[in-house]
Each structure stands twice: as C-alpha cells, then as structure tokens.
C-alpha cells in the first residue's frame, strides 16, 4: 500500500527557510504528491502539489526527486503563522488520498 | 464565503444512541470526503462520493454510512456508536480531481469532534 513518511518534528528560526522532508518510495507514476496543514484546531488547508517538476506558488515551493521516491516542501521565510503540522499526501486517483504522519512545525522568535 | 461547514462541531453520546454527522457546502464541488483524525494515526479516509448518488468506501469505513442525495450534503451517519468511534471527525469537498493544473484543492471543515461513552 502507497505510504508516506514524514518525521514527527522540526524547529525553525523565524524569517529562515525551512525544509520539510517525505518519504513515499512506494508511489506510482500517476500518484501527485500533495500538502497540506493544519493549524490548531483548525481543518487542514491546500499548501502544494506537483506530479514530477519542482512547483511554486504564493505559500511554498515544492521539490520533487527525480526518481520521485521523496520530496521536500520548503518554505522560503518562515513566520510564526507558519507554526503547524504539515502532512504530505499521495493523491491516488481522483477519490483516494493517502495521509502521512504529519511534521509538527515549531517556529522560534 | 466559500466552505464546508460540518454540525455538530462537538457531541458526547452513549453506545447505540443513532446520531448523524451533517456536511454541507456551497462551492457547488462534485467531490466530497469524510475523514477521521486520531492520535498517532494520522487522518485516515471512511467515504467518499464522486457526486449525487455515487458514493463508495475508503479505508475505514466499518460502523458508518453515508448518503449523497443533494449535491451540497454529505452525511456521515453513525448508526450504532462505539467508543472506538470516538475522534475528531472531517469532511471536505473538491471540484472533480482530473490531475495536472487541477489540483483538486479539498476544502475542509473545521472539524466535529465525537465522544462515544
């Protein structure tokens, strides 16, 4: 079964980049590789997604190995807001989507 | 404002009591999810429907049912409670996932969370 793999947690400087590692050595050429977070008490919220080509958006950046068997959501500026638990998901098809562990991110002042 | 709004947002109940889990939202979106979140477990998928009438099972879908009548609702019923079936329950809602640039963003909810004593 497809499985993701993330570690429990990580520690960041405020204003630094931040490297979120997974990984998924067991994906399928048309899995997408997706994140997303969640803040406290919250539902989680859409980050990033890509297939194969490294991905930018307003939030993040995502990089994605070339054999696919792991990626790296990086987030160039880290803010307090950022302080959350980052999941990365295969998107199997259009219905299944297959959660991680999640990474509780810390954020220093 | 576009979202997924989930009722009740908090319930305590007994084993065997029926209850029902409502999701409803306004984005006109074909797909819609429930998920269930527990320590250690991450979240993990018990239905999903692709549109009106058409639903199936995800990984954990013993002791819940479901129904898709209208397009906006998705509820989740819980016909007999267990104690097992205590934890924070989500729903979310996409448009048709196709890959590539649609990104089949979901859209959650902010969570129901369930005690079965």
Redesign the interface.
Known sequence: DAKTTQPNSMESNEEEPVHLPCNHSTISGTDYIHWYRQLPSQGPEYVIHGLTSNVNNRMASLAIAEDRKSSTLILHRATLRDAAVYYCILRIGAQKLVFGQGTRLTINP | EAQ?TQNPRYLITVTGKKLTVTCSQNMNHE?M?W?RQDP?L????IY?S?NVEVT?K?DVPEGYKVSRKEKRNFPLILESPSPNQTSLY?C?SSL?????DN?????????SRLTVL
């Not at chain 2, 048709?96 to 590539?100: I, N, T």
């Not at chain 2, 990104?103 to 969570?111: D, N, R, S």
Request: aromatic share 24%.
């Open positions: 997924v797909y999810s998920y250690g991450g979240l993990r998928q999903y692709m199936d995800g989500f979310a048709r996932y196709s890959g590539g990104t089949g963003e979901l859209f959650f909810g902010e969570g």
